[in-house]
């Protein structure tokens, strides 16, 4: 079961539970009128670009869209939303000194789509050398969630499994949940879209979180233009990448005080 709580639920609360279950829902944390402005300003890249990303890993009768900072001003509320960002520190900051975005994506799963194969997002890193966390993941519900239309499916609990290359069928339950709600789940923690079964789409925008010192999945230094980084907020800034790890990584020495771009 996936552990689930309401919006005023304690970060701790929160984090503890996603490091023992490997996987949280919170509920009902984003307002209805941002994620509304939010899809309004992505859907028409979903219709014009979305299937450029149409593969058997992320689906065929799905639309993808990476970068999304420059899509939409009202992304950086959701990038930085203060419970993620508590709950991501307190799994990944004992392991560095500043956590950063590993990738951002809005999926919109169409009616007809298959089941996605379960995976653990940090299989791009070396896992098997490093013996902790290494990034988390935020998935917001921009629609309802539910069971018919693609919930992401999460393999949760105390004793679960996090090898997928055994083949088995492991139990997963499904993240249903209501518009504006978000499931976490830790990057060793296997999940997959649902299928699609209903008539509507499902859309959704993943963020990951990962270690400072960690290459970003997503190179957010050729993705965004510096005028998007530009219009950020420093701290959505420094959490996009635009800054060093700790005195010694990522130095630019342009800037020896580290602001990297002034708005
Ligand atoms: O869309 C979803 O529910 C999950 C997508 C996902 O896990 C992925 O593409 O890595």
Redesign the pocket.
């Known amino acids: 079961m996936i552990p689930r709580f309401q919006a005023d639920a304690g970060d701790q609360q929160c984090a503890d539970a996603l490091a023992t279950m490997g996987a949280v829902i919170v509920e009902s944390v984003l307002d209805e009128a941002l994620i509304d402005a939010f899809t309004a300003d992505i859907q028409p890249t979903f219709d014009e670009q979305g299937y450029l990303f149409k593969n058997e ?2 689906g065929y009768q ?1 639309h993808r869209i990476g970068g999304v900072a420059n899509h939409s001003q009202y992304f950086a509320e959701i990038l930085a939303n203060a419970k993620v960002l508590a709950v991501a520190e307190a799994i990944l900051r004992p392991h560095c000194e500043c956590i950063q975005v590993g990738s951002t ?1 809005a ?1 919109e ?1 169409l009616p007809g789509e298959k089941a ?1 194969v379960l ?1 653990r ?1 940090d299989s791009i890193y070396p896992i098997d050398l490093l013996p902790f966390e290494l990034q988390v ?1 935020a ?1 917001w519900a921009l629609d309802d969630f539910t069971e018919e239309n ?4 999460v393999v949760a609990g105390t004793d679960r499994v996090t090898d997928a290359t055994t083949g088995e069928a492991w139990h997963t339950d499904s ?1 249903i949940m209501p518009k504006g709600s978000l499931v976490m789940y830790l990057g060793s923690t296997l ?4 299928a699609n079964h209903s008539s509507q789409h499902r859309r ?1 925008v ?1 963020n990951t979180y990962c270690l400072g010192w960690l290459r970003q999945e997503e190179n957010q230094y050729l993705t965004l233009p510096q005028a998007v980084v530009g219009q950020q907020s420093e701290a959505v800034r420094r959490l996009l990448g635009f800054q060093s790890h700790g005195t010694g990584l990522g130095l630019w020495p342009q800037d020896p005080d580290d602001l990297w771009f002034d708005s």
């Open positions: 890993f992320n799905t994506t999926i799963i996605q995976h997002d993941s998935l693609g919930a992401t499916r993240a999940h997959g879209g649902g959704a993943v």
